[in-house]
Structure formats: C-alpha cells, structure tokens
Nanobody, 123 residues
Framework: QVQLVESGGGLVQAGGSLRLSCVASGRTLSRYTMGWFRQSPGKEREFVATIGWLPGITYYADSVKGRFTASRDNAKNTVYLYMDNLKPEDTAVYYC????????????????WGQGTQVTVSS
C-alpha cells in the first residue's frame, strides 16, 4: 500500500512564499518520478512540476517557472515544492503524485495521489 500525504498549505499574501511537503509511506521514492499538480474550483487539474529520480531531472509549467522549485529528500522519503512570489492565480488545492515511469506532464501517467493541501493567496 502506498500513501502520499501533503502538508504546508495555508493563507499567504501575494508575493509571499510557502513550502509544501509530501511524505510517502509504503514505498521508497528514490527510483520513482514525483509530480505536483493543482486544481482550482471549476477548473481541470493542471500540471505544476515533476521531478525524476535522477539528479537534475526537473520540469515546470510555464506559469510557475522561475517561482517554484521542486526537490526531494530520499532519506526522508519526502518531496517538496518551494513556492516563491506567490500570486492570487496560484490559489488551488495542490496534490503530489507518484509515477513508476519517467517525468511527465499528464496526470494520467501517475499511479498514486495524495489528498491535497489548500493554498490560498490573497491580493
């Protein structure tokens, strides 16, 4: 059984920062691709970032490039999403996900999902 639990969401002002964490249980993350997605009310779930098991293999959506940074700590079985210069448009529920394949933008290639953590950015 694999379980992913996100944390670190909250309410911040525009221009602020947050760090999201995703802790995995039931499987070590060292050889798996991890992804971050987000979903706002009335919108489809969208890709945010993905980080592979090889060093330096990280990709970002154009909307967050230069502001968000994904990282992983395999010793802690945890992945992170550092979010800087947050904008009201970033308001969403953020999800982490695990894939046995390579890095990808499509949600349907990910096998396991967390419950999500709410991020709200006020103007």
């Amino acid at each position: 059984q694999v379980q992913l639990v996100e944390s670190g969401g909250g309410l911040v002002q525009a221009g602020g920062s947050l760090r999201l964490s995703c802790v995995a249980s039931g499987r070590t993350l060292s050889r798996y691709t991890m992804g971050w997605f987000r979903q706002s009310p009335g919108k489809e779930r969208e890709f945010v970032a993905t980080i592979g098991w090889l060093p330096g293999i990280t990709y970002y959506a154009d909307s967050v490039k230069g502001r968000f940074t994904a990282s992983r700590d395999n010793a802690k079985n945890t992945v992170y999403l550092y979010m800087d210069n947050l904008k009201p448009e970033d308001t969403a529920v953020y999800y982490c996900a695990l894939s046995s394949g390579g890095t990808a933008r499509a949600a349907n290639v990910y096998d396991y999902w967390g419950q999500g953590t709410q991020v709200t950015v006020s103007s």
